[in-house]
């Protein structure tokens, strides 16, 4: 087994020749950065699905790749470094004394000059990244916004040199950027997350760490409110360092249904204060708070009907695959009507159960419906249901009368506490069959109120 801490330092030669693992949306983005910048590419995938023509001739087994001649391998984020088995390129890297590198240490090394923001946790990252780009971008800078939020940064063009790079890292990305030197970084949070690729919570913490290892001299680190994130702190460091209040929540955070709750508010405080690094006013801030619209399948308000005055919210926030992702979502609404299942990342519901006080009825489905259901029973009312479309009828049904009787505003919830791979491809997927279902339900309910 190859240790943990067995991650080779980049050569600092020119990028002549590179191998790419993995042919999802980074590996094809690397594929077409390398090209452009005259580097010849070496790929494979094990499940290779369709190969445009213009690449096929790059394909070949990694038992073939000229290992001698290769400066580095570029690893989509799914390959495993470690746990549970480290891919057989890994050894044959090691072997070879080849640098395992990410999709954004390559352009780091090609397309270095512009300034980077890099944010990371474990909760939180992709609306604070998004929120972040949204304040700048409205404030006249030039941006490129990506990495684990979705768009490769090998598929983005570079903002220029006074450009701003605003970049979510996961930890499978942090451990594998050497090179990573930000201007500004901010770590969230940290709890439990991805235990089965790093082994231990040791281990994760320390690939998060790495986000905060070597931020410029000029340069700026943000942390989350708790106390624990300073035990990330690398021994030595000369740039600034500023920890989160909860003062320090922009005033216009408070009014966007898209960042309900007192998580999204530290996130906008962490998004606010990277943003005055930038010289960027209050004004200017609190303007684009206002207008950001969110993320889909994060708190999404993604439907809403009229109930004799009172209206009933139906929020996507399928994104949250844990417990205390869901948890949050729990915290921000009351009079909610809670759909949750797929499979559990831990055996508790503790974080989730800390806020039962906002929820009038719970709807567990999936592979984690006996778990949820020992966890629940007695708490709270609880409905079995046979998939995400049966509780989401449900909890629909309920909800309306609800909100008629006690003539308040309600909320159906998909938070789902768990992953969706035992009915969906991802939370995406997951997430869109709710909201459609959603918009039919409320689109019948204002239907009957005008005939």
Known sequence: MLSKRTLFPIK?????????????????????????????????????????????NFFKSYHEWPWNELDAVILSPGVPTYLPKPHVVVFLSKNSNVPLISDIELVIRLQGISKWVVITGTNGKSTTTALTAHILKNAGKSISVGGN??????????????GIRVVELSSYQLEITPSLNPDVSAILNLSPDHLERHGSMENYAAAKAKAIKN?????????????????????????????IKQADTPPAACKNI???GSHNA??????????????????????????????????????????NGNRLHIINDSKATNDDAASKALSSFQHIFWCAGGIAKEKKLTNCIAH???????????????????ELTGLLPLTLAKNLKDATNKAFADAKQFTRQHKVDSFILLSPAAASFDAFENFEVRGKQFTDLAKILCQQVQDKEAC
């Open 356 to 374: 039962l006080s906002n929820v009038e009825r719970a709807y567990v489905y999936g592979a984690s419906q006996p778990l949820f259901q020992s």
């Open 258 to 260: 898209a960042l309900s």
């Open 215 to 243: 931020v410029k001299s000029d340069g700026l680190i943000i942390l989350g409110n708790n106390p624990n994130l300073l035990s990330l702190l690398p021994a030595k460091y000369t740039c600034s360092l500023y920890q």
């Open 12 to 56: 600092q030669s020119p990028i002549r020749k590179i191998g790419i693992l993995g042919l999802g949306r980074t590996g094809m983005a690397t594929i077409k950065l390398a090209l452009k910048n005259h580097i010849e590419p070496y790929i494979f995938d094990d499940k290779p699905n369709f190969i445009p023509d213009e690449y096929r």
């Open 266 to 307: 530290e996130n906008a405080a962490v998004a606010a204060r990277i943003c005055r690094h930038f010289d960027i006013s209050e004004k200017n801030i609190n303007k684009s708070i206002l207008s950001f619209k969110g993320l889909p399948h994060r708190l999404e308000l993604v439907a809403s009907c009229n109930l």
């Open 149 to 162: 939020l979705g768009t490769p940064m090998a598929e983005l063009d570079s903002p220029g040199e006074n």
